[in-house]
């Protein structure tokens, strides 16, 4: 199994950066696809972004394109994922989450997770 810890989150003014880090243990990192969720008060959790450490491939969801960017530093066991130009409708707890390669290699929005971690919150005051 992997164990995730998500970091990074805090308070931003619209327009703003942030960055978010998953660091992952207890298996190997390259096995697994990782994504970032998304969870606002009162609405259904939705897929940020992934990347596939099985096959390099990524996703982005089509609010996010152009503005954040997600990458994986293997020698760290880290994927990051860099939020620029954040918006106040980006104001969600993050989750990052494992993908096994029995699933596939590719990312993709419907892949499935089966490894979360704690979430952090990101808040953007405009």
């Known amino acids: 199994d992997v164990q995730l810890q998500a970091s990074g989150g805090g308070l931003v003014q619209a327009g703003g950066f942030l960055r978010l880090s998953c660091a992952a243990s207890?298996?190997?990192?390259?096995?697994?696809?990782i994504g970032w969720f998304h969870q606002a008060p009162g609405k259904e959790r939705e897929g940020v972004s992934c990347?596939?450490?099985?096959?390099?491939?990524?996703y982005y969801a089509d609010s996010v394109k152009d503005r954040f960017t997600i990458s994986s530093d293997n020698a760290k066991n880290t994927v990051y994922l860099y939020m620029n130009n954040l918006r106040p409708e980006d104001t969600a707890v993050y989750y990052c989450a494992a993908s096994p390669s029995w699933y596939g290699s590719r990312c993709s929005k419907r892949r499935p997770y089966d490894y979360w971690g704690q979430g952090t919150q990101v808040t953007v005051s405009s």
């Open positions: 990347f596939s450490r099985i096959d390099g491939s990524t």
């Open positions: 207890g298996s190997t990192f390259g096995d697994y696809a």
